[in-house]
C-alpha cells in the first residue's frame, strides 16, 4: 500500500512541513524542563546567560510554539518559520544541552521551507527542493551508521538500547542478539545510501520502517527510558519516509541536473555531506553530525567529595555512587530524570556541570576530580 502512494511533490512537501511542525510542538512540550522552568541540572550558555529569570523563561518557547503553529494555520509561512528559527538559535545559545539530535534534525529541515516560495507551476524549482530535503533527510541515516562504527557502540549504546527483551530471553540468546549491533552501523550506511537510489530505495525503506518500529517499542517509556522525544522521533521518521520516498517521486522531464543551479545546494551539501566526515576526526562537533549514540563521543567522569555531597539537595543525591572514598556523578541519569533528554556530549556542558560543581566546593581544588576522555 505503502508502495502505491500517489501524492505530488507539492502534497508531499506539505505534508512534511506539517509532520516537523506538530512533531518539534510535541517533542518540546515531552521535554518542557530542558526549555523553561527552575530546573538543578547545570545549564551551558554559547555565550549568551538567559536574558529571563527561569520564572520567566518559558515566553522564549511559548514565542516558538505559537510561531510554529501560525506557519500551519497562516499565510507568510516562511515567515513565522523564520521566526520559529530564530528563536530556537536564542534557546540553543542560552543552553548548548537544548541542541539534542531531534531538535537538530527537526530544525534542519523546517529551515529549509524558509526558501521555498510554495509555487507549484515551477516544477523544476520545487522538484529541486524535494530533491535537497531528501538528501538531508538521507544523510541522518548514513552519517549515524559511519558514527556507529566502532567497538564501543555495541558495548554501551545499543546494550542499553536492547536491555528492555534481556529478561525475557536466555543469556545466549542475548549475547547472540547483542552481537548483531556489529552490523547495525551497516544497515544504517545502507539505508542512507539506498534511499537515494530508485532502484533499491524499497529495500532501503522497509529496513528503515523495520528499525524504527522495533525502536519504537524497546525505547517505550519507563523508568529506565526516560528520553520520550527521542522515543517518539521514530514515529516522525516513519512519516517522513513516507512522504519523502514512498510510493512514485519521480517526475517526468525532471532531471537531477538541476539541482546544480540551486544554491541552496551547495551550502547543503557542505553542511550535511561534506562536514559530517570530519566527526571521525574530531574536527565537526558531534551534535551537527548525527553522531548522537555511536558510542565514541567523549565523556566526562566525574567524582566530588562527601563533603560537597551534603551540600546538595536530597533530589540531586540520587545520582551519586559512592566509589572508593569519592562519590561518581551520574550525569547522565540527572539529565534524563529531570530533562528527559540525554546529556549533549560537549566540552562546554561538561565545564557547566563542572562549575556547578566547583562552585559548592567554593572553586577550590580540592574536593572535585574530572576527567574529560574519548
Not at 512540550?29 to 536574558?51: H, I, K, Q, T, Y
Not at 557547566?352 to 577550590?364: E, S, V
Request: net charge positive; charged share 10%; glycine share 4%.
Amino acid at each position: 500500500m505503502i508502495e502505491s502512494l500517489q501524492l505530488s511533490i507539492p502534497q508531499r512537501i506539505n505534508l512534511i512541513r506539517t509532520t516537523l511542525v506538530i512533531s518539534l510542538i510535541v517533542s518540546v512540550l515531552l521535554s518542557l524542563n530542558l526549555w523553561c522552568g527552575n530546573r538543578s541540572f547545570p545549564v551551558a550558555p554559547v555565550f549568551l546567560e538567559n536574558w529571563l529569570n527561569p520564572s520567566y523563561d518559558f515566553i522564549w518557547i511559548v514565542l516558538a510554539i505559537l510561531f510554529w503553529t501560525a506557519s500551519l494555520l497562516f499565510k507568510f509561512q516562511r515567515l513565522f518559520i523564520f521566526l520559529a528559527c530564530l528563536l530556537c538559535l536564542l534557546l540553543i545559545l542560552f543552553d548548548l544541552n537544548r541542541l539534542q539530535p531531534w531538535f537538530f534534525i527537526y530544525n534542519s529541515l523546517l529551515v529549509m521551507f524558509i526558501f521555498y516560495d510554495g509555487r507549484v507551476d515551477v516544477p523544476n524549482k520545487y522538484n529541486s527542493f524535494f530533491s535537497i530535503i531528501q538528501l538531508i533527510f538521507a544523510s541522518f541515516y548514513f552519517f549515524n551508521g559511519i558514527s556507529c562504527l566502532n567497538d564501543q557502540f555495541v558495548k554501551e549504546s545499543f546494550e542499553g538500547i536492547i536491555s528492555p527483551v534481556q529478561s525475557l530471553i536466555s543469556e545466549r540468546q542475548f549475547i547472540f542478539l547483542r552481537k548483531t549491533g556489529y552490523l547495525v552501523p551497516y544497515l544504517l550506511m545502507f539505508i542512507g545510501f539506498g534511499l537515494m537510489f530508485s532502484s533499491i530505495r524499497f529495500l532501503a525503506i522497509s529496513m528503515a520502517f523495520l528499525l524504527h518500529l522495533i525502536l519504537f517499542f524497546l525505547l517505550l517509556p519507563s523508568v529506565n527510558n526516560l528520553n520520550y522525544p527521542l522515543w517518539l522521533s521514530n514515529l516522525s521518521f516513519i512519516l517522513l519516509l513516507v512522504f519523502l520516498f514512498s510510493g512514485n517521486t519521480n517526475q517526468p522531464y525532471y532531471s537531477f541536473i538541476y539541482l546544480f543551479n540551486r544554491i541552496l545546494f551547495y551550502p547543503v551539501f557542505v553542511f550535511f555531506i561534506v562536514l559530517p566526515f570530519f566527526n571521525k576526526i574530531n574536527k565537526w562537533p558531534d551534535y551537527l553530525s548525527s553522531n548522537s549514540k555511536g558510542g565514541n563521543s567523549i565523556v566526562l567522569e566525574l567524582r566530588i567529595n562527601k563533603r560537597i555531597k551534603q551540600q546538595l539537595p536530597l533530589y540531586n543525591r540520587f545520582f551519586l555512587t559512592p566509589k572508593d572514598s569519592l562519590f561518581v556523578v551520574d550525569y547522565q541519569h540527572w539529565c534524563l530524570h529531570e530533562l528527559n533528554s540525554d546529556c549533549i556530549p560537549s566540552n562546554r556542558v561538561f565545564n557547566g556541570i563542572l562549575k556547578y560543581f566547583n562552585a559548592l566546593n567554593d572553586n577550590k581544588k580540592m574536593g572535585v576530580v574530572a576527567k574529560i576522555s574519548k
